[in-house]
């Protein structure tokens, strides 16, 4: 048997190799996003020949760089705000008065959110859009996320509120609290956590999504940074990866902030949220 | 003037099989200003029915009149009563000061006022901090030790001024020693407040201790309703005999013989005045508690002679298990009293402490 | 007097006093957004797959019911069945091995971790979950160019087109890296459930890590794994954002089903076929769904049987 000493400087040794190549592995793709948007003649490779920040003046004359970003936030906001708002609502009510079959149905839904989101119902969500005059309308696109977002949005919340106890509402409720008092002052705060998940999870997916926006929306200047992004084109017609890398880098500080703000308030975890 | 009744209260929850009757036509009078325990053992609907007269449950069938008025179907915190749960449910995401004042704030009292409420509350309850220690209303729940936070819930109960508290086993979540300055610190404050209180335990100690009466409950029914001296002296029945008490009463099996009890070879003298209205041959159970009886090294006529098997201490006294033509007799005797392993001892039952069951019921 | 027996738990299922009108009302504004979002355009799709709508062209306009033509079509297209044995090997790959393996090693590894290291590792393997799908398209592109991608540079293998010579590797490896992180934020929190004095005990006995996990920490999670599994399972099977990278190709060989259905639908304008092969899709996800809450269910049933309500 070997000596404890020399298995366990070993094991660390393993231990910070095998952290190492995962920092590695997770890093390297990142490092071309880190360096391409401030090189002067930019390549797919990983380098700063030349620093510079014109590639970021070059985007703010932009007409449409921008407004995007601007656009997207309207989106991300707008569907972030009804899919948590109505989804609480209704994970709590799903989760405190008995319907039947009230876990089959979620499950359907969830499994249905995916044909939505998938390429096979652009059509039909184009014709429904065009029917009820939403084609080119922030609105139209926000209902439709929110639309395609709910199910999973219910799923995780009532995960929430199925595990609070029940004695907190009942304490209230003998105070002489409403219902709605005891949404408002019991149920929603103590939830915050999923709420929080939730929105971040919300956001990160409207923020992302591409097909939707590109499908529903005409007008350029209506555009979320997703459409934006593949606009970037030179004039021989070869993607113009200065443009590309300098707004990647803009599109995704957003989103790198908000991992921030969550990370910093709430620790970024699951707070005995989706279990089972 | 907040007297509770409830009236053929029956509560059923349907189960897999069939159904629980966790109440049965349960009719009850808690007076005005009492403090009222609900003592039972695990699963008798202690529970249910104090959530029923808060609110919490709607009855099957039957009614409940809280002051004059019947409340059967008012719903909660309409009743005007404020309940402690056991788990203290205090809000995790309010502070100390936020728990106490929310009754006042769920009806609108002005900022102000809530603010001077919560401070007599916390006051009475010893919330506020003094010279020597400091206070705790800026802490959340998590902040706060067991014995504090059913110190807050109380004083968020009182802050609500309710006519009827209700209290579900509020100490039971405190060590030992914790518990016996809370059940104290309790007491004191009923008799301060004189809100009609009804609490619920399964801890017999504590509601012989707390109340002014003591309803003892089974299978969703009264078994016995009496002030603790009475439910202590005289258990109506084998089940209160065997529930009340921190030593297990003897319940021993015996036959009338010649106006005498006959039990485990021995003959006992019955409880004084029942002798000539024993029925010859009648099986009956011959109730002692172990505090009563008087043990000797010699002979005493009319007891039980027996081997000491086991002895316990209790601290001032000792717990002795006497073997008795093999039927297991328990006494207690003090501790300068103690006897040898193995030796044999009278122990004389006191007779006017006897207690003599027929099918179950007191007979005498 | 008439005995009513409430239904097992009615009063304490609901300890707001909520009740049926009122829950009905709050979860309205859900459940029409989703009926009108979800669910109509959803049935629309299904529709779609027994007709022979094509995005333009004549049938564009007056697309004719073809009964189950599509679906005998689709189930007879050796094309098909390869795209369905790619996403199979996807989702086996890249999520049930890959991100949930991955995942859960992080999360053991640095569970009593504290200080830089944990955050920054936490950091980056979020950042590959959260960032914009395109631009962690790009990324990888960049990455793995043939002329001047950072791999090459890395392995000294110039010239290697990564993305065509063994584009399923490729995408496999992307999902790993883009979807870890949910598998990793799961079982961190799962693992601060296993009760440590446990975890000591078998320490005590002189149980090695395996053993330990084997022992105390998988009988524990064992239902955040199937949920875990079944979450990235589904996620994987209907994930899009491999087309980014190598676009299906070469000749189809990674063609995993969403973007066969991109190809056949927008690409070829099959719309009805697309729908249907959608439909198969759809079926396939509540399979492997079932399959999963079966075993959910059954760990459950085995520790405390569940109350049937009557
Ligand atoms: N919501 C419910 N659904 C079904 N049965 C219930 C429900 N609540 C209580 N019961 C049943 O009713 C009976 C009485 O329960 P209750 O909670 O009142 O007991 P308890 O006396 O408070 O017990 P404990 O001392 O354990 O708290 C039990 O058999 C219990 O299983
Ligand atoms: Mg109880």
Redesign the interface.
């Known amino acids: 048997m070997k000596d404890p000493t020399v298995r366990a400087v070993l094991a660390k040794i393993g231990?910070y190799t095998?952290?190492s190549v995962?920092?590695g592995?997770?890093?390297?793709?990142?490092?071309?996003?880190a360096s391409?948007p401030f090189n002067a003649h930019p390549?797919?490779?990983?380098s700063i020949s030349s620093f510079t920040l014109h590639n970021f003046s070059v985007l703010l004359k932009d007409p449409y760089a921008l407004p995007s970003l601007w656009n997207s936030l309207l989106l991300a906001g707008g569907t972030a705000l009804?899919t948590v708002?109505?989804?609480a609502?209704?994970a709590?009510?799903?989760s405190?008065?008995?319907?039947p079959g009230r876990n089959g149905i979620l499950?359907a839904?969830?499994?249905?959110?995916?044909?939505?989101?998938?390429?096979?119902?652009?059509?039909?969500?184009f014709?429904?859009a065009f029917k009820l005059h939403l084609i080119d309308s922030r609105v139209g696109v926000i209902?439709?996320f929110?639309?395609?977002l709910?199910?999973a949005a219910?799923f995780i919340l009532k995960d929430f509120t199925d595990n609070m106890?029940?004695?907190?509402?009942?304490?209230?409720?003998?105070?002489?609290?409403?219902?709605f008092?005891?949404?408002r002052?019991?149920?929603l705060?103590?939830i915050?956590p999923g709420l929080a998940t939730v929105t971040?999870w919300a956001v990160?997916n409207v923020?992302?999504n591409?097909l939707i926006p590109y499908i529903l929306i005409r007008n350029p200047d209506k555009y979320p940074?997703?459409v934006v992004?593949?606009t970037f084109y030179t004039e021989g017609g070869q993607p113009d990866l200065a443009l590309?890398?300098a707004f990647?880098l803009l599109?995704?500080i957003p989103?790198?902030l908000?991992?921030l703000f969550v990370?910093h308030r709430y620790g970024?975890?699951?707070?005995?949220?989706?279990?089972? | 003037m907040t007297q509770i009744r409830t009236a053929d209260l029956t509560k059923t929850f349907a189960d897999a099989g069939g159904g629980v009757t966790a109440l049965d036509a349960l009719t009850l009078t808690i007076e005005d200003g009492e403090f009222f325990a609900l003592l039972g053992p695990s699963g008798c609907g202690k529970t249910t029915l104090l959530r029923t007269l808060?609110?919490?449950e709607t009855p099957s069938s039957g009614a409940v009149y809280i002051g004059e008025a019947d409340m059967t179907r008012t719903p909660?915190?309409?009743r005007g009563?404020?309940?402690v749960?056991?788990?203290y449910?205090l809000?995790?995401?309010m502070t100390v000061t936020e728990n106490i004042a929310?009754?006042l704030?769920?009806?609108g009292v002005p900022k102000a006022q809530q603010r001077e409420a919560v401070l007599a509350a916390a006051a009475d309850l010893g919330l506020t901090g003094t010279d020597t220690t400091v206070g705790l209303l800026d802490r959340r729940p998590e902040a706060l030790s067991g014995g504090q936070q059913q110190r807050v819930a109380l004083a968020?109960a009182t802050a609500?001024k309710p006519s009827v508290f209700?209290f579900d086993e509020p100490l039971s979540n405190l060590d030992a020693r914790l518990r016996l300055e809370a059940r104290t610190f309790l007491k004191r404050l009923q008799r301060e407040l004189a809100v009609t209180t009804v609490f619920v335990t399964h801890d017999q100690a504590e509601a012989l201790a707390l109340a002014d009466r003591i309803a003892v409950m089974q299978s969703g029914r009264i078994r016995q309703l009496g002030t603790p001296r009475e439910v202590y002296r005289r258990p109506a029945n084998t089940f209160v005999a065997s529930f009340i008490g921190s030593t297990p009463m003897n319940l021993l099996e015996g036959v009338v013989r010649d106006g005498r009890v006959l039990v485990a070879d021995s003959e006992i003298a019955p409880p004084d005045g029942t002798g000539e209205r024993l029925a010859e041959r009648a099986a009956v159970v011959l109730g002692a508690r172990p505090e009563y009886f008087r043990v000797s090294p010699d002979p005493l006529d009319g007891a039980f002679r027996g081997t000491v098997e086991v002895a316990e201490n209790l601290g001032s006294s000792l717990l002795l298990t006497l073997d008795v033509s093999g039927t297991a007799v328990q006494v207690v005797v003090a501790e300068e009293d103690e006897p040898e392993p193995r030796a044999t001892v009278w122990a004389l039952p006191r007779a006017d402490r006897t207690l003599l069951y027929a099918d179950g019921e007191l007979v005498g | 007097m008439a005995r009513t027996a409430s239904?097992r738990?009615?009063d304490?299922?609901?300890?707001?006093?909520?009740?049926?009108a009122?829950?009905?009302a709050?979860?309205a504004?859900?459940?029409l957004?989703?009926a009108?979002?979800?669910?109509?355009?959803?049935l629309?799709?299904l529709y779609?797959g027994t007709t022979d709508?094509r995005?333009t062209g004549f049938a564009a306009r007056h697309p004719r019911g073809v009964g189950l033509q599509n679906y005998t079509n689709v189930i007879q297209d050796p094309d098909f069945h390869h795209s369905l044995w790619l996403t199979v090997e996807y989702v086996l790959f890249s999520a049930v091995l890959g991100q949930a393996l991955l995942g859960f090693v992080?999360a053991w590894?640095l569970r009593d971790t504290r200080g830089w290291?944990k955050r920054?590792?936490?950091?980056?393997?979020?950042?590959?979950w959260?960032?914009?799908?395109?631009?962690?398209a790009?990324?990888?592109?960049?990455?793995l160019?043939r002329?001047?991608?950072?791999?090459n540079?890395?392995l000294n293998t110039p010239g290697t087109a990564w993305a065509i010579e063994h584009p399923m590797a490729v995408i496999v490896v992307f999902n790993i890296?883009r979807g870890t992180a949910f598998s990793m934020?799961?079982y961190?929190?799962?693992l601060t459930g296993v009760p440590p004095s446990q975890l000591a005990t078998a320490r005590m006995f002189g149980a090695n890590s395996w053993q330990q996990l084997r022992d105390v920490v998988f009988p524990h999670i064992r239902?955040?794994i199937l949920?875990n599994l079944l979450?990235i399972s589904?996620w994987t099977f209907?994930d899009?954002t491999p087309y980014q990278i190598t676009a299906g190709g070469p000749d189809g060989k990674s063609e995993i089903l969403?973007v066969y259905?991109?190809q056949t639908?927008?690409f070829d304008g099959q719309?009805g076929l697309?729908?249907a092969?959608?439909?198969l899709?759809?079926l396939i996800?509540?399979v492997v769904?079932l399959v999963y809450?079966r075993l959910?269910r059954e760990r459950r049933g085995g520790r405390k049987p569940e109350r049937v309500a009557p």
Do not use: C
Not at chain 1, 165 to 179: D, H, K, L, Q, W
Not at chain 3, 120 to 128: D, F, K, R
Not at chain 3, 147 to 151: D, F, I, V, Y
């Open positions: 231990r095998f952290l995962l920092l592995f997770f890093a390297l793709p990142m490092l071309w996003l391409t390549t797919l490779d990983v009804l708002g109505f989804a609502a209704a709590y009510a799903l405190r008065v008995r319907i499950y839904l969830l499994l249905l959110s995916s044909i939505v989101t998938g390429t096979a119902a652009m059509v039909p969500l014709e429904l209902l439709v929110t639309g395609g709910l199910p219910i106890p029940r004695s907190y509402e009942e304490s209230a409720r003998v105070f002489g609290a409403s219902p008092q005891i949404m002052h019991i149920v705060p103590m915050r971040v990160v923020w992302s591409f940074a997703s992004l593949y590309i890398s990647s599109y995704s989103v790198v908000l991992y990370s970024f975890r699951f707070h005995g949220g989706i279990k089972r | 808060a609110g919490l909660a915190g309409k009563v404020a309940m749960f056991q788990d449910a809000f995790p995401h929310y009754p704030r769920v009806r968020r609500a209700l | 239904p738990g009615t304490t299922e609901d300890p707001a006093g909520l009740g049926r009122r829950a009905a709050i979860s504004p859900a459940l957004i989703i009108a979002f979800l669910v109509f355009p959803a629309w799709t779609l709508y995005l992080i590894m290291l920054l590792i936490e950091a980056l393997v979020l950042l590959a959260i960032l914009p799908s395109s631009v962690v790009f990324l990888w592109v960049a990455m160019d002329g001047s991608g950072t791999l540079a890395l890296w934020l799961l961190s929190a799962a239902g955040h949920t979450l589904l209907n899009f969403p259905i991109y639908a927008l719309m697309g729908a092969i959608s439909l899709m759809l996800n509540l769904a809450l959910l």
